[in-house]
């Protein structure tokens, strides 16, 4: 039994370095001489240890998958696809806790397999399914090399990572089964897993990345970045980029490294992974119905090109902030001609190492502007760096450095008014349709417009003489202006284009029913809500309180702009309540709930504030129940809700 006990540590440990750290020690043909020998003892003796390399080798196929119930719930996760949502996920876990950190980690893109150890060993495992329950498919998982048969814990373990075929791999097998060719790499995977062949899992090559400690029996884990290193401890295989950030900015930078060396890497992903790392943060934040409140996937939908810089010039935005714009050589994109890219600001230009010449990754993504990535070469050209401007490069003023950004502070600054006036007017603002950035900056330079009021004072009269409007355009044009008087109380504190007020925050805003009553908010009213950050806080109290801001708000009511909150049920048993919701309900998800609150007249709010009247607490109630006693506001439990619902 020593030599079987021999054999198999050998053999595990040589399997280790070469599939796990892609680094052998020795040649196959040693390896192979080992795993005879061991396979001949078992024969003889009839016994197999839980951890022996033979255990891996594909058995019969089996008639169908059993079903089995994950000891802790596999949940998905949200997903951002815009600055503006990532931003609102930054605002929510700052409000738990200012000095939280994050980690960011690839997205793969294959099959969630989640796997169980009881006392050390391997006993099972199985497909993420629903969450709750998924299909085990250890027979298959077996076969595949990448992770320990048997860990040093002791307790109740499942960890959870993501089974993929690499690309290189998938092609070799294409070029070696040519009738049968797989038709990328993530469909090939969860087909390997997923068949009911051991042996056809074998054959295809699939590995394992591991990325999260879903369940331990006695918690000894504090944050991810232990159970990063608990996972490469135990031998499991884990994709070696992991960042650490301790702010918003330089998560933003991993992100973009991502971006662009992911098409540098042999494994097909499709976004990034974006936690909390500290788990008494997570503990605080809690879930949804479906996803953790402390992690998101930024995913990269967009279509990327290769191109070289040509020249950077600056715009100014309708905010005054100065974007440094890169001319490039022209390159096919989306299906159109991309000639021009963009860049966030001075420090992005120095941190993706952009300079005229440079060779970069340019991404276009939902009809917008292409934004640069970052330079894929490190290649220099002989022209000299990007230089930071000191005056704006419209109207002379001089530049104010706030943070990271650079500012004209002239509100007056023609492309400010021009930039100010097309957001108003785009779909998901006051919705003019057929007002363009160019007929704006015509009707600026023609007709003297300058404000939103303007656009309501404009007449069949006001486009006589300007080129290309005929009684057709204009009289579809002034149609439109009028129909925008009639705008949504969120669509309306978007489009004023308030500081960082984005649609996630005006959606926010607009539940407290008029902009009068926005406008009386405080400070601490304003950043007690879940999607707006003291930043965003200031920027709304500096709006109210400047006089030209004002006059203007007057000047649209005025003209007949009525902004209306969404038509509400009134009548019920919540009538005129302020509802929020804490810890999870037996009986409804938390959406349910919310939409049965407003049909029964109440209004469902994601965070106590001095305006909330009810608060109902569900199981594991967090730091909204503490809150609501401080303040002295009612709690009800599920069973008090429930009755109310009857």
Not at 99 to 106: G, H, K, L, S
Not at 122 to 132: D, E, H, L, M
Not at 220 to 233: D, H, N, P, V, Y
Not at 438 to 444: C, K
Request: glycine content about 8%.
């Amino acid at each position: 039994m020593d030599r079987t006990r021999y054999l198999i540590d050998t053999l595990n440990r040589w399997a280790y370095e070469y599939y796990v750290l892609d680094a052998p020690s020795v040649p196959d043909r040693e390896y192979d001489k080992l795993y005879d020998e061991l396979r001949e003892i078992e024969r003889v003796t009839g016994v197999v240890a839980p951890d022996s390399p033979t255990r891996r080798v594909g058995g019969e196929p089996v008639k169908g998958f059993e079903r089995h119930t994950h000891i802790a719930r596999l949940y998905s996760l949200d997903k951002a696809v815009t600055e503006d949502e990532l931003s609102a996920f930054f605002t929510r876990v700052k409000k738990v806790d200012e000095n939280a950190t994050f980690t960011v980690e690839y997205k793969f893109d294959g099959l969630t397999v989640c796997l169980t150890y009881e006392d050390g060993a391997f006993v099972r495992a199985s497909t993420r399914g629903n969450g709750v329950e998924g299909e085990d498919v250890t027979a298959q998982i077996l076969t595949v090399r990448s992770f320990p048969l048997k860990i040093s814990y002791r307790g109740t373990l499942e960890v959870r990572g993501e089974a993929v075929i690499r690309l290189s791999v998938l092609e070799q097998y294409n070029r070696d089964h040519p009738a049968e060719a797989l038709k990328n790499a993530r469909n090939a995977a969860a087909g390997a897993v997923r068949n009911l062949d051991p042996k056809m899992t074998a054959s295809r090559g699939v590995e394992i990345l591991f990325y999260d400690v879903n369940f331990m029996s006695e918690e000894i884990l504090s944050s991810q970045t232990e159970a990063m290193e608990f996972l490469r401890r135990e031998g499991f295989k884990v994709y070696p980029y992991f960042k650490i950030c301790a702010a918003p900015e330089e998560v933003q930078d991993a992100v973009d490294e991502i971006e662009v060396e992911r098409r540098r890497i042999d494994v097909l992903t499709d976004g990034a992974v974006i936690k909390v790392n500290e788990n008494s943060v997570r503990a605080e934040m809690g879930y949804t119905d479906k996803f953790p409140r402390w992690a998101i996937a930024y995913k990269f939908e967009a279509e990327e090109a290769e191109t070289r810089v040509k020249n950077v010039l600056w715009q100014v935005g309708r905010t005054g902030k100065l974007t440094p714009l890169a001319v490039v050589e022209p390159v096919e994109l989306a299906g159109a001609t991309v000639r021009r890219a963009t860049l966030n600001n001075y420090g992005d230009i120095l941190r993706k190492r952009v300079r005229v010449g440079a060779r970069v990754l340019i991404r276009r993504s939902n009809e917008v502007i292409p934004e640069i990535l970052g330079a894929i070469d490190d290649t220099m050209s002989e022209d000299p760096p990007v230089q930071k401007p000191f005056v704006c490069p419209y109207c002379g003023s001089g530049i104010e450095e706030i943070g990271a950004n650079l500012f004209c502070p002239n509100r007056d600054c023609p492309p400010r008014v021009i930039q100010r006036l097309t957001h108003y007017c785009t779909k998901n603002a006051a919705d003019v349709e057929g007002m363009s950035e160019a007929t704006i900056e015509l009707l600026y330079k023609k007709r003297g417009l300058r404000r939103f009021s303007d656009l309501y004072a404009l007449t069949k009269e006001s486009f006589e003489g300007l080129e290309g409007f005929r009684d057709k355009k204009i009289g579809n044009l002034l149609s439109a202006i009028e129909k925008s008087k009639h705008i949504t109380l969120e669509r309306f504190l978007y489009a004023l284009g308030i500081g960082q007020i984005g649609r996630v925050a005006a959606r926010d805003l607009a539940a407290f029913g008029s902009l009068e009553k926005i406008a009386s908010l405080t400070f601490e009213e304003l950043v007690a809500l879940e999607n707006i950050g003291e930043v965003t806080a200031r920027g709304i109290l500096a709006y109210f309180a400047d006089a030209e801001n004002r006059q203007e708000l007057l000047r649209l009511q005025e003209a007949g702009v009525t902004p209306r909150a969404e038509e509400r049920v009134t009548e019920g048993v919540f009538s005129g309540q302020v509802v929020v919701l804490t810890g999870s309900l037996a009986s409804y998800s938390r959406t349910e709930a919310q939409k049965l609150i407003e049909s029964l007249g109440g209004t469902a709010a994601s965070s106590v504030t001095n305006a909330t009247t009810l608060v109902i607490a569900g199981e594991k109630a967090g730091s909204k129940l503490d809150k609501a006693r401080k303040l002295g506001i009612p709690v009800i439990g599920e069973e008090e809700f429930l009755k109310m619902l009857e």
